[in-house]
């Protein structure tokens, strides 16, 4: 018995040998590669349009792990032939065959277009696009590359790229707020700017927004939503208005927001205009003159009237104050009418009124003609407008 024992323990070692000898058989070491070739394109000189094709094929050997390895591989793109502009396409590869996909690569080279300067006008165009690639063994069990694997190939060209503008466009306000030290910075009381009657264009593109709004040292913000989400627009995002009529005053707050060396009040008009994925703000910053106009001033419906001017008060929770009305039945004819002016814009199309509700303006905005109201003879119209409230009195 005690014989049996012993040699079947030399048989159990002999097979564990074998075993191990197996093992070795199927788990070579894995080699760092040298060369990592990518095939130069048989279209290489041919017109790639990429809007009428699904995929763009590139080929390449597998570099030489010493074995078969199962190989993962990504592909980047570039508009500079250094691909020094180089961005990696969002898709991998598990063969040598590797087809990338046309939209994804039409969305990479457009914002290359438009990182260089370019805008959606300059589209159609014909570009040369480098590609290389990058292969690596990738760990079944982890997915993370099997270190020394990773390899970068050389670089290849397609020199006739057909690109059209391949990013989805933005969209153009509906709504801006105005936030600042005359609402505490609080959103919940930022007011809404009000878009100019008309000027949004058929297109979608552009739209014009206006409001009276007191600038100090600490500036303003405004932004689509109200809310601190990151899309707000301060200094660094404008353009300002050269004709403005404050232009020269405005700049920065220590903090990024559009600030004056003049605190006061201003007459603030927003041109939003789509360019591409973004919406560029040219910001104008005029006197803050309102007006009456038509029954209100003896019946004379030419604008800026000096004799409609409202008086402008020096604090952010002061009044603009107007002259002593005549009486105003508040129908027909015989009613108040009151507008700030927007350039290039007949003075209705930024008008507004009190009185409907006792307290608030209304701003006729994008909608018709609005309710109208009268006024006792010798009474005043007061308007707040850093928290949109009015009275006749």
């Not at 080929?59 to 993962?72: E, H, I, K, L, M």
């Not at 500079?80 to 939209?103: P, R, Y």
């Not at 927003?270 to 006197?287: C, E, M, P, R, S």
Request: hydrophobic share 40%; proline share 5%; glycine share 8%.
């Amino acid at each position: 018995m005690k014989k049996f024992h012993i040699l079947a323990g030399m048989m159990a070692g002999l097979a564990l040998l074998a075993s191990c000898d197996k093992d070795m058989d199927h788990n070579p070491t894995i080699q760092s590669p040298t060369t990592f070739v990518l095939n130069t394109p048989a279209t290489t000189n041919s017109t790639i349009d990429l809007s009428n094709s699904s995929k763009v094929s590139l080929t390449c050997s597998q570099p030489d792990y010493g074995f078969p390895a199962s190989t993962v591989y990504s592909v980047e793109v570039a508009t500079k032939a250094d691909m020094s502009n180089a961005k990696k396409i969002d898709e991998t590869f598990n063969s040598s065959t590797l087809n990338v996909d046309a939209s994804l690569l039409a969305k990479a080279l457009t914002i290359m277009e438009c990182d260089e300067g370019k805008t959606g006008a300059d589209f159609p165009m014909t570009i040369p696009v480098y590609f290389r690639a990058t292969a690596a063994v990738v760990s079944a069990a982890t997915g993370d590359t099997i270190p020394n694997t990773k390899i970068v190939s050389n670089t290849v060209a397609l020199n006739k790229v057909y690109l059209n503008y391949s990013l989805p466009v933005a969209a153009c306000p509906s709504s801006l707020y105005l936030i600042g030290n005359f609402c505490g910075w609080n959103w919940p009381k930022s007011v809404p700017m009000t878009e100019v009657y008309g000027s949004r264009d058929a297109g979608n593109s552009t739209a014009v927004f206006w409001h009276m709004v007191y600038i100090d040292a600490s500036g303003v913000k405004f932004n689509t939503a109200q809310a601190w989400d990151g899309k707000e627009v301060g200094f660094s995002k404008i353009t300002v208005d050269p004709a403005s009529d404050n232009a020269s005053s405005i700049q920065a707050s220590s903090d990024g927001n559009i600030a004056t060396s003049t605190p006061g009040w201003y007459l603030m008009i927003v041109t939003a205009k789509v360019k591409g994925q973004d919406v560029d703000y040219t910001v104008t910053f005029n006197k803050p003159n309102v007006y009456l106009i038509g029954a209100s001033v003896g019946g004379s419906w030419d604008e800026l009237q000096e004799a409609g001017l409202f008086t402008v008060p020096s604090k952010a929770d002061g009044e603009f104050v107007s002259p002593a009305l005549p009486s105003l039945a508040g129908d027909g004819s015989s009613n108040l009418r009151m507008y700030v002016k927007v350039p290039g814009y007949d003075w209705w199309k930024s008008e507004f009124i009190v009185g409907i509700d006792g307290k608030n303006i209304t701003y006729r905005g994008t909608g018709g003609d609005q309710k109208r109201v009268g006024a006792d003879a010798g009474s005043k119209v007061y308007l707040n407008f850093s928290s949109d409230t009015g009275s006749i009195k």
